[in-house]
C-alpha cells in the first residue's frame, strides 16, 4: 500500500471530481452543494471567522445537513462576539442575491436562518442578516478541497436497485476486486491523514491528535461540541481523572444541577465534581457549552457523551499517554492482535463511578462495564490514530514508520457495520461482498467509492462514469 505506488484509482478519482467541479453552469463559482460539504466538515480556519461587517462568529455546531427543502443546515449554533449561543438554522448560497431571488426571505421555512452563507461578497443579504464569506476562510486549496471533502448523497438509494457498477465489479477477478477496494483504502487513509497534517500546522501534532480522538468519541451526533471541548485543551490543567471529568463535564454544560433527585451513588460522585468545579466556573463562564448544542436520541446507553468525556479524561491524566500509544505503534513483537494490543493500550483502569454506571442517574449496574469497547477501538485506530501516525511519518520522510502505518490498516479486522456499508455490498459488491470487506482497509475502501462515485449520482447511477472505468480496466488484463 506504499504512497509511492501509482495508484489507478486516485487517477480516476481525480478524473472524477474534475468533472464534478467543472459541471455546473456558471464555472467561474464552485457548485453550491461543495460550498455545503465546506460547511458541513468545517474546513475553515474557525478561529478566524467573521462576519462581512467584522463581527467574530464561533462555530460551536455547523448545523444538521438537510436534504430536503428549507435551509442547508438544521440546528446550529453559533456565538456571535461575546453575545449568547444562538440556536438556528444556516443557509449557504454562492451569492448574496440569491437569499433574495431564490426567495427565501419570503419563505416561513427560512425564518429561523441566523446566518446566511456564501462565496464570496460585500453585502449582506439583508441588513438583519449576518454573512460570512467562505472563500478567504478555506484551510485549503479550492481544488484540493474538493478533492478532500467530496459529496454527501442528496437523496435515499432504493434497496432493491443494483448500481451499474455491478455487473463489472462482478466480472473482475477477486484479486482484481481486492486490489481496486484496497487503492481506494489508501486514498482514504491519506485524506484522513490530510486533516491531521492541516490542523497540525495550526496546533502541533499533540493537539491534532487529541481533536481527532474527541470527534470521533462524539460519533455524528455530537463532533462539533466534542471538537469544541478539545479546542479548549490547551487552555487546561488537571491533575487526577477525577479533576478532569469535573471540567470537561462543567465545559459541556452536562454537570447536573440538582443534586437532590439523584440516588446516593450518584449523588456522591455528582457531589464530588461540583466541588472541583464551583471554583473555577467562573472563570470559564465564557466558553462553557450550552446543554442543548448535545444530542441524545438514537444514542446507545454506552455511547452517551458523558461517559466519553469520562474516558477522555482518563487519557489526558495519563502523562504518559503519547509515549504509550508511540509504543504500541512501533511495537513489532505483539504477542496479542491488533485490536486487542490497542484495546490494552488504551483501556483505562475502572471508573469508580462509569464502570457501575452507564449515565448520571442510571441503576447501578450488576457488573461493571469496560469505558471502550472493541468497535469504538477500531473506530479509533482507522480514522484516528493510524492515519495521525501514517502523517506523521510522511511528514518526517520515514518510510518505514509510513509503511508500518499501511501495514496495520490493511491487517485490521472488519469494523462494526453501519447502513453505507450493506446498501453499498448490496449495490456494488453482490453475493461476493462478504469474502471482499472482511477487514477494516476493505470496508474503507468501499466507503470511499460510495462517497466518490455513488455520492455524486443518484440511484439509478446517472451519469456515473465508474461503471465505464471497471470495464476499460478489466479489458485492459
Not at 421555512?109 to 467562505?134: C, D, K, Q, R, Y
Amino acid at each position: 500500500m506504499s504512497g509511492e505506488k501509482t495508484n489507478l484509482y486516485a487517477r480516476w478519482r481525480t478524473q472524477n471530481e474534475a468533472r464534478f467541479l467543472l459541471r455546473d453552469q456558471d464555472i467561474a463559482l464552485p457548485p453550491e452543494r461543495l460550498l455545503q460539504s465546506i460547511w458541513h466538515h468545517q474546513r475553515l480556519h474557525r478561529h478566524q471567522l467573521h462576519t462581512i461587517d467584522g463581527q467574530p462568529i464561533r462555530v460551536l455546531h455547523p448545523g444538521f445537513w438537510n436534504h430536503e427543502a428549507g435551509p442547508d443546515f438544521r440546528g446550529a449554533v453559533l456565538q456571535f462576539g461575546n453575545t449568547q449561543p444562538r440556536t438556528g438554522d444556516i443557509e449557504i448560497d454562492l451569492q448574496p442575491a440569491n437569499w433574495r431571488s431564490h426567495a427565501h426571505d419570503r419563505n416561513p421555512a427560512f425564518a429561523n436562518v441566523i446566518l446566511h452563507v456564501i462565496w464570496n461578497g460585500t453585502e449582506s443579504a439583508a441588513p438583519t442578516m449576518p454573512s460570512l464569506a467562505m472563500e478567504k476562510f478555506l484551510d485549503a486549496p479550492l481544488q484540493d478541497m474538493a478533492l478532500w471533502v467530496g459529496g454527501k448523497p442528496n437523496q435515499s438509494l432504493p434497496d432493491e436497485l443494483l448500481g451499474h457498477c455491478n455487473a463489472p465489479l462482478r466480472n473482475l477477478s477477486v484479486e482484481k476486486a481486492r486490489d481496486l477496494l484496497a487503492q481506494a483504502a489508501q486514498i482514504r487513509l491519506q485524506r484522513k491523514a490530510l486533516e491531521f497534517q492541516t490542523r497540525a500546522r495550526q496546533t502541533g501534532w499533540e493537539q491534532s491528535l487529541w481533536e481527532g480522538l474527541f470527534r470521533a468519541l462524539g460519533y455524528k451526533q455530537n463532533i462539533w461540541p466534542m471538537q469544541r471541548l478539545a479546542e479548549l485543551l490547551p487552555g487546561l490543567r488537571a491533575e487526577t481523572p477525577l479533576a478532569w471529568q469535573a471540567r470537561l463535564l462543567g465545559l459541556a454544560g452536562l454537570l447536573p444541577d440538582n443534586l437532590a433527585d439523584a440516588p446516593s451513588d450518584p449523588h456522591v460522585y455528582q457531589r464530588t465534581l461540583w466541588d472541583h468545579w464551583w471554583r473555577e466556573r467562573e472563570s470559564f463562564s465564557e466558553v462553557i457549552l450550552p446543554r442543548n448544542i448535545w444530542r441524545f436520541n438514537g444514542l446507545r446507553p454506552a455511547n452517551q457523551p458523558s461517559r466519553r468525556l469520562a474516558l477522555a479524561a482518563h487519557w489526558l491524566a495519563q502523562k504518559d499517554f503519547f509515549a504509550r500509544l508511540e509504543k504500541w505503534f512501533t511495537n513489532e513483537k505483539v504477542e496479542m492482535d491488533l485490536l486487542e494490543s490497542l484495546l490494552a493500550c488504551l483501556q483505562p483502569p475502572a471508573d469508580d463511578f462509569w464502570a457501575w454506571h452507564w449515565s448520571f442517574n442510571s441503576p447501578r449496574l450488576p457488573k461493571p462495564q469496560p469505558l471502550l469497547g472493541a468497535s469504538r477501538a477500531t473506530d479509533l485506530a482507522i480514522n484516528v490514530i493510524l492515519p495521525w501516525f501514517w502523517m506523521r511519518a510522511h511528514t518526517g520522510k520515514n518510510h518505514y514508520l509510513q509503511q508500518m502505518a499501511e501495514e496495520k490498516y490493511a491487517a485490521w479486522p472488519a469494523g462494526q457495520d453501519n447502513t453505507v456499508l450493506r446498501l453499498a455490498r448490496q449495490r456494488l459488491l453482490g453475493p461476493r461482498a462478504a469474502s471482499l470487506t472482511n477487514t477494516a482497509a476493505m470496508q474503507q475502501g468501499l466507503l470511499q467509492i460510495v462517497r466518490d462515485f455513488c455520492d455524486h449520482s443518484n440511484a439509478v447511477c446517472a451519469d456515473c462514469k465508474f461503471p465505464e472505468m471497471i470495464k476499460n480496466w478489466e479489458m485492459q488484463g
